[in-house]
Structure formats: C-alpha cells, structure tokens
C-alpha cells in the first residue's frame, strides 16, 4: 500500500491529470447544459496539456543551445505544439459560445433534452 501512496507522491502531475480528464469527460457527458458542455470540453483539453508538458519534462535537461559539457536537451516541439493548441482551443472555445448565444437567441434555452424535443416537434 505505501508502494501505491509513494507512486502517486512522486507522480502527482499524471494523477492530476487523470483528474482533469475524468472531470472534463464526466461534465461533457453529464450535463445538458451547452455552455457547461464547452467548459467540460476545457478542462478536458487542459488536462491534455499538462499531459503533453509531464511528458515532455527532461530530468537535468538544458535549453536547446549547443554548448560544451552539456549532455541533455530538452526538445522545444512539446511546448511548440501546446502553444499552437491553445491558440486551436480558444479559438474553438469562440465559436462555440457564438453558436450557443445564436441558439439561445433562437430557442430561448440552453437545455440539451429540450432542443432535441423542439427539433422533433418541427
């Protein structure tokens, strides 16, 4: 058992986040509000960066400049690509709140059991 609490102790960035995907999928599928939806879809995608940026952590790793004496480098890429994702989510966050203020605007609600009855209706 202290084997598992030493585990978890030293590995605390992948325990967060397995929290951060499993609250992000547990609001995506739970909630049938749209805007609590987007927010699950954000938390989910932070967890995904930290993800990438656990991973990409070099134990005594330098900057990625040539130097004398230096035996490790840590690769620019994965910082690289959770910069260009960021800049991928808020854009993304964007447009989903646009079409949910479009819908409300149209509807008058944010409800997903709702929308599905009024689109069977018509």
Known sequence: ?????????TRYNYV???LLLGIGVY???ASENLVKKVIGMNV???????????????TGG??????????????????VLI????????SLTAVALALIVRIYAEYGTLQEDV????????
């Open 16 to 18: 967060a986040v397995v």
């Open 44 to 58: 989910f995608q932070t967890g995904i960066f930290l993800f990438f940026m656990t991973s990409a952590f070099v």
């Open 115 to 122: 929308l599905r009855e009024i689109q069977t209706d018509e």
């Open 27 to 29: 609001m995506i599928g």
């Open 1 to 9: 058992m202290t084997a598992v609490v030493d585990l978890l102790l």
């Open 83 to 90: 910069l260009t994702a960021i800049v991928v989510g808020v």
């Open 62 to 79: 330098h900057v990625p400049i040539i130097k004398e004496g230096v035996e490790r480098y840590v690769s620019p890429l994965p910082h």
